[in-house]
């Protein structure tokens, strides 16, 4: 079984930076891809930004130039830099991992989340 933690969210003020970090442990093949996610106070979970393996990350619009997503294969965690914060970026951020565990099963899970609130 396949466990995803994020970590880092806290309370800061517009312009100032957040890491956040996400962890996949548990039985692990190998992962196809990580993806942050984020959802705002009565809105609709949305992409941030995802990397698939072997590839670049991709980032949604509103993070182009702000943001910046990064792994590291070998310890299966991703971050999220976020540089330059804005109110509208508060909501709670999630990771998503997928690609293949024990007996290669196919795995897609998300994590609980970590709340980030931009705030002055």
């Known amino acids: 079984q396949v466990q995803v933690v994020e970590s880092g969210g806290g309370l800061v003020q517009p312009g100032e930076s957040l890491r956040l970090s996400c962890v996949a442990s548990?039985?692990?093949?190998?992962?196809?891809?990580m993806g942050w996610h984020r959802q705002a106070p009565g809105k609709t979970r949305e992409l941030v930004a995802l990397?698939?393996?072997?590839?670049?990350?991709k980032y949604v619009d509103f993070a182009k130039g702000r943001f910046t997503m990064s792994r590291d294969s070998a310890k299966n965690t991703a971050y999220l830099q976020m540089d330059s914060l804005k109110p509208e970026d508060t909501g709670v951020y999630y990771c998503?991992?997928?690609?293949?565990?024990?007996?290669?099963?196919?795995?897609?899970?998300w994590g609980q989340g970590t709340q980030v609130i931009v705030s002055s």
């Open positions: 998503n991992v997928d690609g293949i565990g024990s007996d290669y099963q196919l795995f897609d899970v």
């Open positions: 548990g039985t692990i093949t190998g992962i196809y891809s």
């Open positions: 990397v698939r393996h072997g590839e670049d990350p």
